[in-house]
Nanobody, 121 residues
Framework: QVQLVESGGGLVQAGGSLRLSCAASGRTLRNYAMGWFRQAPGKEREFVAAINRSGGTTYYADPVKGRFTISRDNAKNTVYLQMNTLKPEDTAVYYC??????????????WGQGTQVTVSS
């Protein structure tokens, strides 16, 4: 079992930045590809970004390309999502997830509880 806990969410003005963290316990994260997802009110959960086990390959959804950066520190068992130039449409609950599968990493096996990100205009 892997337990994932997100942190770093909050309220920020449009154009601002936030850095989300996802800390894992139970098993080492180096065995898992990691992803970030988000769900806005009234909408389905959507993919945001993913990173392979070594951290050498990353993937992004088109709406966040060039603004968000996913990274990982396997020694700290933590994954990050740096979010820059935030927009009101980025407002959502953000979830991290761990996958033991090969690319495209679905299905994800473990999920965190989420952290709220609110971007004001």
């Amino acid at each position: 079992q892997v337990q994932l806990v997100e942190s770093g969410g909050g309220l920020v003005q449009a154009g601002g930045s936030l850095r989300l963290s996802c800390a894992a316990s139970g098993r080492t994260l180096r065995n898992y590809a990691m992803g970030w997802f988000r769900q806005a009110p009234g909408k389905e959960r959507e993919f945001v970004a993913a990173i392979n086990r070594s951290g050498g390959t990353t993937y992004y959804a088109d709406p966040v390309k060039g603004r968000f950066t996913i990274s990982r520190d396997n020694a700290k068992n933590t994954v990050y999502l740096q979010m820059n130039t935030l927009k009101p449409e980025d407002t959502a609950v953000y979830y991290c997830a761990a996958s033991g599968s090969s690319y495209p990493y679905t299905p994800y096996d473990y999920w965190g509880q989420g952290t709220q990100v609110t971007v004001s205009s």
